[in-house]
């Protein structure tokens, strides 16, 4: 039995806001804009995807899941994301070398340092 990763489904109030802000910030492709159903992914014949989807309710508490990415220059990529509209968020997390942010409906990610040597 074999398993391919498709794609996370991300609950949105606005899934068109929310997802097109994720395809800005990690500079993928719409590969469905419907209000029900939109989806992103790095490109179109790439998965996994990321899949946004309505819910009548907002984010409440800490998410049991979350993405993590790791880029060439932290402070840049931080930099970055909070002009686009991320912003910092304590889930109690302490001093790490690691920043936590969220996007604009609160769903935390992290944006980790520079890969430790093996």
């Known amino acids: ?17 929310l997802g097109s802000w994720w395809a800005t910030a990690l500079g993928w492709v719409v590969v469905s804009n419907a209000p029900d159903e939109y989806e992103i ?3 179109a014949d790439r998965l996994p995807g990321l899949l946004f ?10 998410n049991r899941l979350h993405l993590d990415f790791r880029p060439d220059d932290q402070r840049a ?13 304590d889930v109690g997390q ?3 070398p690691w920043v936590v942010l969220a996007d604009p409906e609160g769903n935390e990610f992290c944006v980790l340092g520079e890969r430790p040597a093996p």
């Open 41 to 43: 992914r790095p490109a």
């Open 94 to 96: 302490g001093e790490h």
């Open 1 to 17: 039995m074999t398993l391919e990763w498709e794609q996370v489904n991300v609950d949105a109030l606005d899934p068109v806001a």
């Open 77 to 89: 990529e931080v930099h970055r994301l909070l002009s686009l509209g991320a912003r910092h968020a």
């Open 53 to 62: 989807a309505p819910v009548p309710e907002g984010k409440q508490g800490k």
